[in-house]
């Protein structure tokens, strides 16, 4: 039979504290780094918001994690507003507490576990160390984060979201709504436009727009995608016009929305699924963009002439590290594009997914030497292809000599290959 283990002297000075509120208060200014975390959880399953009001104002990490600790449940919202009211302390009393170094509350999900964890208390921004000077040169008080991840969809926020941007609002200049991660669905626009201008746009770096099928919310939405200027990831999926438009239209509404992304100087990954609005307007996309990507994936698109014709010509394709390219059929299209493409960056490209492409034996053959020039390439996915006996006995001997070089290609061929 098993025995549980005595509590430890920590846990029992936590447990004795919190049987009196006011004493526990007071043992704040003295109470150890160390102590926080858990006594913090425990004052919060307790429902001691005097303590949970003091520990804030006192707490002694850049970061406080509720996302790792709560669950968005029932509790979530009286616990979020108590910590509220603690940074409400923070925001206008004249003296900060002296041994609070709170920058950031992050309310993005994470694993339970995380919250035991003391590097998830230690993340901040550099600019969070820096005091903010005034035209007079006297300094102001740093200015706090809330962190959240959102999905913005048709009909509004849930509670908890709408209360905490109603609570920023109601504090401008006061508190930095930061998003690092943000969905954006349809109609959502028309919305959640005050959401938007809470939040702060340079804080996303995570983006997906999802079945915008209208050209009307497609424009509205242009200058806020040019605000996102630390933009690193980039979905847009299931593009179409649900209303008729002439081509003037369409060019108009395509460029204003394409010029946002010379703005992107961050940008490392671009994913483009479903773009049928985009069709023959991909080099207008890829010329604004004016720094390298690392993964470029094009996924169920369908390619005009002029799209895969100058998809190499760009800057922003010219040190890709990941070329996914699946179930976009290839079979019309000259391999030449692809050739000129795994030449340029031959220096930098690991993974290479033409699953489902349906390209010819022919068209595969076409670009084997320049995929032997991918000194750094680690896995070729040719599944869905159509791939002769002499390309395998081709591709196995450039990976043998690979082998002999000390590397080695990861190559997933079609099942019945």
Same mark, same amino acid.
């Given at each position: 039979?098993?025995?549980?283990?005595?509590?430890?002297?920590?846990?029992?000075?936590?447990?004795?504290?919190?049987?009196?509120?006011?004493?526990?208060?007071?043992?704040?200014?003295?109470?150890?780094?160390?102590?926080?975390?858990?006594?913090?959880?425990?004052?919060?399953?307790?429902?001691?918001?005097?303590?949970?009001?003091?520990?804030?104002?006192?707490?002694?990490?850049?970061?406080?994690?509720?996302?790792?600790?709560?669950?968005?449940?029932?509790?979530?919202?009286?616990?979020?507003?108590?910590?509220?009211?603690?940074?409400?302390?923070?925001?206008?009393?004249?003296?900060?507490?002296?041994?609070?170094?709170?920058?950031?509350?992050?309310?993005?999900?994470?694993?339970?576990?995380?919250?035991?964890?003391?590097?998830?208390?230690?993340?901040?921004?550099?600019?969070?160390?820096?005091?903010?000077? =005034?035209?007079?040169?006297?300094?102001?008080?740093?200015?706090?984060?809330?962190?959240?991840?959102?999905?913005?969809?048709?009909?509004?926020?849930?509670?908890?979201?709408?209360?905490?941007?109603?609570?920023?609002?109601?504090?401008?200049?006061?508190?930095?709504?930061?998003?690092?991660?943000?969905?954006?669905?349809?109609?959502?626009?028309?919305?959640?436009?005050?959401?938007?201008?809470?939040?702060?746009?340079?804080?996303?770096?995570?983006?997906?727009?999802?079945?915008?099928?209208?050209?009307?919310?497609?424009?509205?939405?242009?200058?806020?995608?040019?605000?996102?200027?630390?933009?690193?990831?980039?979905?847009?999926?299931?593009?179409?016009?649900?209303?008729?438009?002439?081509?003037?239209?369409?060019?108009?509404?395509?460029?204003?929305?394409?010029?946002?992304?010379?703005?992107?100087? +961050?940008?490392?990954?671009?994913?483009?699924?479903?773009?049928?609005?985009?069709?023959? +307007?991909?080099?207008?996309?890829?010329?604004?963009?004016?720094?390298?990507?690392?993964?470029?994936?094009?996924?169920?698109?369908?390619?005009?002439?002029?799209?895969?014709?100058?998809?190499?010509?760009?800057?922003?394709?010219?040190?890709?590290?990941?070329?996914?390219?699946?179930?976009?059929?290839?079979?019309?299209?000259?391999?030449?594009?692809?050739?000129?493409?795994?030449?340029?960056?031959?220096?930098?490209?690991?993974?290479?997914?033409?699953?489902?492409?349906?390209?010819?034996?022919?068209?595969?053959?076409?670009?084997?030497?320049?995929?032997?020039?991918?000194?750094?390439?680690?896995?070729?996915?040719?599944? =869905?292809?159509?791939?002769?006996?002499?390309?395998?006995?081709?591709?196995?001997? +450039?990976?043998?000599?690979?082998?002999?070089? =000390?590397?080695?290609?990861?190559?997933?061929?079609?099942?019945?290959?």
């Amino acid at each position: 039979m098993s025995c549980k283990s005595p509590p430890s002297l920590q846990e029992l000075a936590e447990t004795s504290l919190l049987r009196n509120q006011a004493m526990a208060v007071s043992a704040v200014d003295d109470l150890p780094s160390v102590f926080f975390p858990s006594l913090f959880k425990k004052a919060c399953r307790k429902n001691s918001s005097e303590v949970v009001v003091a520990m804030v104002q006192a707490w002694p990490f850049p970061c406080l994690p509720l996302g790792a600790m709560v669950r968005k449940k029932a509790a979530y919202r009286r616990i979020l507003e108590i910590i509220l009211l603690g940074l409400d302390g923070l925001l206008f009393q004249n003296a900060r507490h002296g041994r609070c170094r709170l920058r950031v509350l992050d309310l993005r999900c994470m694993p339970g576990k995380t919250w035991n964890k003391r590097p998830v208390f230690m993340v901040h921004d550099p600019s969070e160390n820096q005091a903010a000077m =005034g035209h007079s040169g006297t300094e102001l008080k740093p200015q706090l984060k809330v962190v959240i991840d959102l999905v913005l969809k048709e009909g509004p926020l849930m509670s908890v979201e709408s209360f905490l941007v109603q609570w920023v609002g109601q504090r401008e200049g006061l508190i930095h709504l930061c998003c690092s991660k943000i969905q954006i669905w349809s109609m959502a626009l028309n919305y959640h436009r005050e959401v938007l201008e809470r939040l702060d746009l340079d804080s996303i770096q995570e983006l997906s727009l999802l079945y915008m099928n209208n050209p009307t919310c497609l424009l509205n939405f242009s200058p806020y995608l040019g605000r996102m200027r630390y933009l690193r990831s980039l979905l847009l999926s299931c593009f179409w016009s649900g209303v008729f438009l002439t081509p003037v239209e369409k060019d108009q509404v395509i460029t204003q929305f394409t010029l946002q992304f010379v703005k992107l100087k +961050h940008l490392q990954s671009l994913h483009l699924d479903n773009l049928f609005f985009l069709e023959g +307007h991909l080099d207008q996309l890829f010329w604004w963009l004016k720094a390298p990507l690392e993964t470029l994936l094009v996924t169920h698109c369908f390619l005009s002439k002029s799209d895969w014709t100058h998809m190499a010509e760009f800057l922003c394709t010219s040190q890709l590290k990941h070329l996914i390219l699946k179930c976009v059929k290839l079979t019309h299209l000259s391999p030449e594009p692809l050739r000129v493409l795994l030449l340029k960056t031959a220096p930098t490209l690991m993974t290479l997914d033409l699953e489902g492409c349906q390209l010819m034996n022919s068209q595969l053959s076409a670009i084997l030497p320049a995929l032997r020039s991918c000194t750094q390439l680690s896995l070729f996915n040719f599944s =869905g292809n159509y791939a002769s006996k002499r390309f395998l006995r081709k591709l196995a001997d +450039h990976q043998m000599k690979l082998r002999l070089r =000390g590397s080695q290609i990861t190559l997933v061929p079609s099942c019945d290959d």
